[in-house]
């Protein structure tokens, strides 16, 4: 069993992996846009709105997901906590999807 400490620094090598899988994935004009720190706060973002939508519980074998839904929840989360209220949803489309290609890839 990996002590505390391994774990968050293997969590920490997961996200910078994601981080630059998604920057490879985005169009140019919206990478322009956004920071890191900003995508590494909308995947927490994105695995919150998996957490509270019931997704992660459900016993099909395949789940739709609606990225348009999870963009729009990001961006609302993130102006609601003060974090950002510029967050464009049809662009944070795309980082959902490259997030959710990630997790495919990764599983």
């Known amino acids: 069993m990996a002590s505390l400490d391994e774990e968050i620094r293997l969590d920490e090598e997961e996200n910078r992996r994601e981080l630059a899988f998604i920057r490879t994935q985005l169009p140019s004009d919206v990478k322009k846009f956004y920071s890191d720190k900003d995508i590494l706060y ?59 290609d990630f997790q495919e890839q990764n599983a």
């Open 42 to 100: 909308m995947m927490d973002l994105i695995v919150d709105y998996y957490y509270t939508s019931g997704i992660l519980e459900s016993k099909e074998d395949e789940v739709e997901i609606d990225l348009e839904e999870v963009a729009g929840y990001v961006c609302k989360r993130a102006k609601d906590e003060g974090f950002c209220s510029s967050f464009n949803p049809e662009e944070v489309f795309f980082i959902v999807q490259a997030d959710l």
